[in-house]
């Protein structure tokens, strides 16, 4: 992939969610909600400050991350889907 975000921004390829219950119905696309987990796939530099320095940000590439349901702007980079946010539409990052 060829894009870098800006500022304070985040590219974020969402996560597949469960396709059964824990009972193991099977849940239909139509039924499913988007997953609000991801990975960060690309992120700016960072946003400036008043001073105008640039203060780095908290995530990275490779971190899974817990975002909002409705966080980020949907687009199609290479055919594939991603999405495209601020660092504080993040509410966290998923330790291992």
């Keep these: ?7 304070d921004r985040v590219v974020v390829k969402r996560l597949e969610s469960d396709q059964k219950t824990k009972g193991g119905i099977i849940i239909p696309d139509t039924a499913k909600e ?17 001073s105008g320095k ?20 949907e687009v199609k980079i290479d055919g594939e889907e991603f999405l495209i946010m601020k660092e504080s539409d993040i509410m966290g990052i998923i330790e291992k």
Excluded: C
């Excluded at 988007?34 to 008043?50: F, L, V, Y």
């Excluded at 640039?54 to 966080?71: E, H, N, P, Q, Y």
């Design 34 to 50: 988007k997953p609000q987990e991801g990975e960060i796939i690309a992120a700016g530099p960072g946003a400036r400050d008043e």
């Design 54 to 73: 640039i203060v780095a940000l908290d995530v990275k590439a490779g971190d899974r991350i817990l975002f909002g349901k409705w966080s980020g702007t």
């Design 1 to 7: 992939m060829k894009f870098r975000p800006l500022h």
